[in-house]
């Protein structure tokens, strides 16, 4: 039944994307990344790797596990319902928001005192996922790709806090190992890429009777059947009425 409605990328491209985010953490656990090394170390050339490497890698269990769920989800939706530009907004989100991390001057947002930080874990890429997905809805104003938008919003929109440093709503010690600025870059590449692939792929469909002097002889006499078959429904109706003959009329039609 789902052979010719779910597209084997839409299972194929997450699956793998969990199994080299499992493997990099695998390879974590036996020491082969210690310290920063594959980290995303911002102005630090040796941090450049990091780029590419740092959505792999995971400072725990919960990380990994918090990262797993949405990347399975958002990316199936990514490649299901935008299978033209997939290919194009995950890698280009992938390399664009590590890019803007590593480009970011690592200040503490309350002393402003310079902070040599490691960015490791695939949160930047959830980001890009979710907003690439509301705002394409949004831009391309389709009632299916709309109706992703609003499942996104649904089960991810508390992610809008994560762009803002924890520092701002809490009394804390010592600064905060969650980076909001992979989040906020993440947001900002998501919601561009969005924009600049608007008229790229499904698009709204326009019905011929939705065209300016649109006239059809079937249409026209079934309305005049409907007429002699039904006068009552032409005396003083309410509106609400009236909505029902139309609906019942567009039913014919499409038969």
């Known amino acids: ?8 990328r ?8 969990l199994s080299a985010m499992w493997f990099g953490y695998f390879l974590q656990m036996h020491g082969f990344f210690g310290s920063c090394f594959g980290a995303i170390i ?3 050339p040796e941090g450049l790797l990091g780029i590419i490497t740092s959505p792999l890698l995971h400072g725990n269990m919960d990380h990994i596990i918090g990262n797993s769920i949405p990347i399975a989800v958002l990316m199936f939706l990514l490649y299901q319902f935008y ?11 992938w390399i664009a928001t590590g890019l803007l991390v590593w480009l970011l001057p690592p200040i503490d947002i309350m002393t402003g005192e310079y902070m040599y930080t490691c960015t490791i874990g695939a949160s ?25 938008s609003l499942l ?17 709503f809490y009394n804390m010690q010592e600064p905060s190992k969650i980076s909001w600025q992979a989040h906020l870059s993440g947001a900002l590449v998501g919601s561009i890429i969005a924009f600049l692939f608007k008229n790229v792929g499904e698009k709204k469909k326009k019905y011929i009777w939705e065209f300016p002097n649109y006239y059809s002889e079937k249409d026209d006499k079934l309305w005049q059947e409907y007429k002699e078959n039904h006068p009552e429904d032409f005396l003083e109706l309410p509106y609400k009425r009236r909505d029902d003959i139309w609906d019942h009329l567009d039913e014919l039609r499409k038969k």
């Open 83 to 93: 299978p033209l530009v997939a290919n194009k907004v995950f890698f280009t989100g």
């Open 152 to 168: 996104v919003v649904l089960y991810y929109g508390s992610l809008v806090w994560g762009m803002l440093p924890e520092e701002l």
């Open 1 to 8: 039944m789902f052979k010719n409605v779910i597209s084997k």
């Open 10 to 17: 839409a299972i194929i491209y997450p699956l793998l994307m």
């Open 42 to 44: 911002p102005l630090v």
């Open 124 to 148: 930047g890429v959830v980001y890009v996922l979710a907003f690439f997905l509301f705002f394409s809805g949004v831009f391309k104003w389709n009632m299916k790709l709309l109706t992703i």
